[in-house]
């Protein structure tokens, strides 16, 4: 059984969208966060991402899927936010394993990771410590993985260990999520009195708060997939830069662009070869986060189809010859 989206009503057309979405062998994604498009595209604040806009494919016309960060991040993992409308603090979504990325991923033999900034080597992805935050991704929130403490510090590690990973494309995941600490994801910190304020007025303003540190996040582990022996391989990988949500995560109106955000789809060289587009180009037909999602599931050869909104999503089409 699955829940429908509130965002994303059951389609009346029966027929999912055709894909022409090629194999990879590896995608690496990256959500940062509560920036909308147009704070972003020509920032000065965002030299390396915006260079990455203008070096390589730009899906010019995506959406997130609600508010706040997390009910964006849920459906990745497991294709609906379940009613989940909150960044859950403990596991708050029950699913069986199989209807889930993770459980078609290990079904199929293929290796996931996710990358957290600040999770100490050994330290516990349950467990919120230091600058590392359980909701970091959105792993943690489902029940499955919060009930197996081994099998959650198997797949969600520190950020260096991607590096090391990296070095072969043996090693490599098939799919891997690195994700950012709240001081450079985009959104915080705002756990001092000083970082509310900066937050606060950037709210009401440019909407420029933490993007120099997101730019500098990016500038900075973009390259150590680029640079590495893995992504330099003949085997097809891509790397996908995006956001969780527009500026508007108070649901204040402030910086509401309708949850137009940014997205990058980087391709190696393989994967060129392989018949994904080179270069910049604009990507103008319309997805979201199950758009995402369904082109993870259809590049890595897996079931999918894990709720009607990924079953129903358009793949992304445009970033194939």
Known sequence: SFTIGADLPAPS?????????????????VYMENKGYSDILGSPNAPFTNSLINAYGFADNYYAL??????????????DNFGVTWNCATACIDVPKADTLPGQLDAAGLVWRSYAQSLEPGGNPLVSEGD??????????????????AYAKEHIVPLEQMAIDLQSADTAPAYAWFAANEDFNGEGPIDTIGGMLK???????????????????LSETVPTIMNSNAWKSDEASVIVVTFDEDNNNTSLGFGNEGNHIITVVIPNQAAIDAGMRAGHFLATDQYNHYSLLRTIEESLNLPGQLTQNDTFANPMNEFWV
């Open 13 to 29: 057309n029966p027929t999912p969208p055709i894909s022409k979405v090629g194999d990879l062998e590896h995608v690496y994604m």
């Open 199 to 217: 937050f606060a007025l950037s709210q009401i303003g440019d909407h420029q708060y933490n993007v120099p540190a997101l730019d500098q996040y």
């Open 66 to 79: 609600t508010h706040g960060s997390l009910p964006n991040y849920y459906p990745i993992i497991g294709g």
């Open 132 to 149: 590392y935050a359980f909701d970091e991704t959105g792993f943690p929130a489902y029940q499955f993985i919060y009930d197996d403490p």
